[in-house]
């Protein structure tokens, strides 16, 4: 799965973007989070798709006027700050996060949502969305 962020301009705003290339490519996307104002909007996407297609979809968005950047890391977690109590874990709803064996914290990338549930539940502020 890659995870992408689109970035509309004003003149791309309105137009139905996203849909004309699901259509033309027939590859779903999940919508994991969308922010839109008179003048610029950012859709972040999920998509299970091999490399070639994904590089497909990425060249039709930015042919469409989106400037699109994949994203590589969601999460980071400041191991300095992270004390590894497990109070980001529990409220997970995906099981993003768990506790290994010798308590140290390990985030599986591809089980989150980017929810932000662990972000407000870290009491050392030791977890922020990494872009």
Do not use: W
């Not at 859709?43 to 039709?60: C, F």
């Not at 950047?69 to 590894?84: A, F, G, H, M, W």
């Amino acid at each position: 799965m890659v995870k992408l962020r689109l970035i509309y301009n004003h003149k791309s705003l309105g137009k139905p973007i996203l849909a004309e290339v699901i259509l033309k490519t027939g590859i779903p996307m999940n919508i994991l989070e969308a922010t839109v104002s008179p003048i610029s909007g950012e859709i972040l996407v999920d998509i299970d798709a091999p490399r070639e297609k994904i590089d497909n979809i990425i060249s039709l968005l930015e042919d469409l006027g989106v400037n699109v950047k994949e994203i590589t890391q969601i999460l980071e977690i400041d191991v300095n700050r992270c004390t590894s109590c497990g109070a980001c874990v529990s409220p997970c709803p995906t099981h993003a996060l768990t506790l290994n064996q010798d308590l140290t914290l390990n985030f599986d990338e591809k089980k989150c949502v980017r929810c932000g549930i662990c972000v407000d539940a870290c009491p050392m502020r030791a977890i922020r969305f990494a872009y």
